[in-house]
């Protein structure tokens, strides 16, 4: 009844061209001398004084309370947001069922 179609491919149309001749080329191994040994960083290391230390803790600590009162500030808007819709549904569903009840 419904049997699906096999595509065929179509004869090439138009100007074949013949596949290019690839040539065989040599391969030259060259002898590898071993890796030079790696250097060693002339960088400075970090070296942490008490002053330091004091202003990472500080500046750590506000940006912890400051991440923390955004997400506060975001959970008190939709827990506002939350009740200020439930408020406006038993507005809404009381005056409803008023307008029912009086016909």
Known sequence: MLRPKIPTMPNPTGLITPPAVVEPTTVVQHHQSPAPAPQVSSR?????????????VGGGTAVVLVVGAVLVSMLLAVAITGASVAVCA?????LITADVKRR
């Open 90 to 94: 038993l507005v809404i569903r009381s």
């Open 44 to 56: 400075p290391t970090v070296q942490l004084t008490p002053g330091s230390v004091l202003a990472l």
